[in-house]
């Protein structure tokens, strides 16, 4: 059986709105993509119409090519397999850099006015947006802007992906901070963890981020072995994130 269709089903409420969540690593290739694989998933079970949407790409040729973060999540999302990942991305630089450096190598500035309207029109025709960050929050994107910056700007709720093992207490710290210092709560954290980390680590760690934070996190997503059937614990984490961290129906 599929796990969409093992996913415990809500009352009908795909007239209801939900509030746009943007994807916010504490730094780069900590599963951002991932999460927000399984955001669409799991709304798409619930009979809504969410939309991936990925502003600026770095570190790839165009939509297309094996490292698009586009072409991955509409490979594994029913509604999105025959469309075109391209309608995802608004900015595509080939070298791996912030989007700043990686615009300049191509001669090219990114609009940011073109960025908002782009996300403006999305949310007309979809609910909710799934937006997902380039690298970490303090990444440049122009010449005086940072990624929390648009991201403050989207007014989507953050949902802050985060590795599970070692390191991650400073770097989700210093991201709830940065958050907070542009008045920006963040809505949860959930650490990812493909690598297997000591039971005892992540515990600590969770600790951590809670006693210093405030903030608890909702639960860990360990590896995916298959990502057109996630196992169903991955979908009972963000149902309880959803329902009970400020992510809800509105």
Do not use: W
Not at 86 to 102: E, G, L, W
Not at 173 to 196: K, N, Q, Y
């Amino acid at each position: 059986m599929r796990s969409d269709q093992r996913l415990e089903k809500m009352p009908e409420t795909k007239s209801e709105k939900i509030a746009d969540i943007y994807i916010v690593g504490t730094d780069t290739g900590v599963g951002k993509t991932v999460l927000s694989l399984l955001l669409m998933q799991f709304f798409e079970a619930r009979s809504y119409r969410p939309f991936y949407l990925k502003p600026l790409q770095t570190g790839c040729q165009d939509a297309y090519d094996q490292d698009s973060d586009a072409a991955f999540v509409y490979r594994h999302v029913t509604s999105l397999i025959n469309q075109d990942p391209a309608d995802s991305v608004i900015y595509c630089f080939r070298n791996p850099k912030a989007p700043f450096f990686a615009a300049r190598d191509e001669g090219q500035e990114i609009d940011l006015r073109r960025i908002d309207e782009i996300v403006a029109g999305k949310r007309h025709r979809h609910n909710p947006l799934i937006l997902e960050a380039a690298g970490g929050l303090l990444v440049p994107v122009t010449e005086e802007t940072l990624m929390v910056d648009i991201i403050k700007t989207s007014g989507a709720r953050v949902l802050l992906a985060a590795r599970a093992g070692l390191g991650t207490i400073n770097h989700t710290l210093l991201s709830v901070e940065a958050l907070r210092a542009r008045d920006v709560e963040p809505a949860g954290i959930v650490f990812l963890d493909a690598v297997g980390t000591r039971e005892d680590m992540i515990a600590e760690n969770m600790e951590a981020v809670q006693r210093y934070s405030g903030i608890a996190v909702a639960g860990v997503i360990g590896k995916v072995h298959d990502f057109n059937h996630p196992s169903e614990e991955c979908f009972s984490i963000l149902k309880f994130l959803l329902q009970t961290k400020g992510i809800s129906f509105t």
